[in-house]
């Protein structure tokens, strides 16, 4: 074909593409105008949320957020703007709409619309309006799409309930999730943000609390909305986050020694830099993110950050999580499905810490056994059985997310701690803690899930007694009404499945992992009497961070023998955490696990200020408070020691090189941060009190 004749010539494929977007338009007009409900338009809207007409999208927002056939709550309303907020209000409605481009006459009307939806909207709620609170930003898009002042408030209204996440303030809810979420796929990414002490509370609430309005160009945000909302998924808006942040991996880790004031400012801004035809891909890859992580933590954060009236509880504290937990209803789905149906499907490889013994009385279908003590007790095989595992997790394909299981009862939950502190230090992908424990899945599968466990001979899943688990002389009925399977016949399914892997290691792994040999040999767990007898060599010097770790006269802090725990307990005061560790002379605060005397882990913080180290321990029935349970003057802190095999396990010894009267234990997961501004702390002081004398 000539150059002349190809001129002017326009693409059948296009024209054929324009002709059904037109037609498609044409049957959202008409449905808009039946006033059709939300599933219907999701279903119309589902390939063509990219060509939903400028005239039409308010319209279609109003039926995502149930407020079509709302009535005007305005209507009776005085107009007066009385509320105590008035001057804030009216100076950030001016400045918002500012950024309208539209003719300065129609910009003060905007501007009034404004400040009276926002008015009625403190008045009619009895709230306080501020700046930050994003309620500006979100109305400004709103105001943009020309409606009326009651259009305007009903979707102000359905927005802040429905979308916009409670507790949007510094170390609130939000943000530690969005911490775990960014763990669970980037854990290189989310190590970096935590050593730069970079939280997500510090670039996150800007994009949580307007929607990513005050960060993106309106008519980037607008389609962004069209998609967040017709999807109908709150939760969307923290992959939305989460894939911003992503994308941005490489820039923000090559900043290592870009100021941490700058590179916060650096993460602000990267929404800025999306544009209009980039919102349908990064739409898409967030919704593979969700897709790709556990679902269960919709259930348990849905209510405490979307849900009517006063936030609920979560399942413990969610600023001390380890890593994301995982609820048996995902795992029990997985075990059931056993492949995944679909690539964004989540499939679990379960790892269960607990003892040989009990994983040998009954387990999950198809997990793997790895004894938390092993990490403590042989360091070396430790490594081996973890390097078996990844090869294997590698030969199932290396899509499986990590699972890990242990008894649900503190004390060995704490071992299995550090198998995953371990996995997460590596970098892993998709690592997960099974919420409640084996103890919790007992409970569950007595009643839903009675083909998933395996036992072996006639006895009894071995679960620590606790308040849901069955009594040893209770069997549950998923397990009696189990005919046991014999070892030869598991091992030949297994055997089947690995026919052609000829490593003997890996051989020699699955056999120990799948059926484990318990004669001969007792497994249990490390006591706090199991230490070595060996001693640090010297007494100097002052810090010994990543040395063997020498016996002490006293762990758990000093107290008289004939004082009791309750009446210790008794006299201490309690203090609420986020108010305590926000306090003015604070410089630091570190979550971390207590080892006590008798071996158990509670939850604690080292709050670390100029002159003196605070140590509180979370009160388990009541979240958020703590008991103020010791402070140590920093000059009385005369060793700091860590396991070499275990460098998170921090030992802090008081009193004078001389004579070391008390120590404490803590199992702090960013040890090296913590020891390093303690250390620098106590060399400040040192170097005051030398001054002073």
Sequence with gaps: MDDSEAVGEEDPNVEDCQENVADWEEQLRSALKENTDYSSLHELCADHTQHIPDDLRFEVWKVALGVARKPDAMANWDGSLDCLDRDAISAQCSTQAEKLQIPDEERAAVADDMKSVLTFFCKSRNVRFRPDNGWAELLLLIASQRCSRGDMYNVLYALTHK?????????????????LLLLYHEPELCAFLDTRRISPDRY????????????????????????YLLEADPFLIFFLALVTLVN???????????????????????????EQDDIDDFCLLAQHYAARTPQSFRMDYHAPLFGPGKPSAIHGPISQALCLPVGLTDLLTSVRRRTASS???????????????????????????LDAVLMLQDLNEFQEKVAGLQAVHKDRGGSEHW??????????????????????????????????????????????AQDLLECEGDEEPAVDVVTAAPQPDQEPAAVQSQTPKSTGSMMGRFMGAMRDKTSEMRDRLYQSMQE????????????HNDRSSRRYRNSEPLFSIGGEEEPEATVGGSRSASESDTEAAARRPTVEIDAFCHRADVSHCFGCSEMKPDGYMVPARLVLTQARLFILRELPDRPGWA????????????KITSKKKYPELITLRFGTLKNIVSSQRFLIPHAKTATEAIKAAIMKELERAELST
């Design 163 to 179: 979308y916009v996440p409670r507790e949007c303030r510094r170390d609130g809810r939000p943000f530690h999730l969005f911490r």
């Design 204 to 227: 996150l609430q800007q994009w949580l609390r307007g929607l990513f309005v005050a960060t993106c160009d309106l008519e980037v945000v607008q389609s962004m909305w069209d998609v």
């Design 248 to 274: 941005a991996k490489d820039v923000l880790m090559d900043g290592q020694d870009t100021p941490r004031s700058e590179l916060v400012e650096t993460i602000k801004s990267i929404p800025c830099q999306l």
């Design 343 to 369: 690539e964004d499907a989540v499939g679990y490889f379960v790892v269960d810490c607990r003892s040989v013994d009990q994983f040998n009385r009954g387990h999950l279908q198809g997990s793997f056994h």
């Design 403 to 448: 699972c890990f299981i242990s008894s649900g009862v503190e004390e060995s939950d704490q071992y299995m701690n550090m198998v995953v502190a371990h996995f997460l230090q590596r970098y892993v992908l998709y690592v997960s803690i099974a919420r409640g424990g084996y103890a919790a899945l007992m409970s569950q599968m007595a009643s839903k």
């Design 516 to 527: 484990p040999d318990s004669s001969g040999s007792v497994s249990r767990h490390v006591s």
């Design 627 to 638: 008991q103020l349970h010791s402070q140590h003057p920093l000059i009385t802190i005369v």
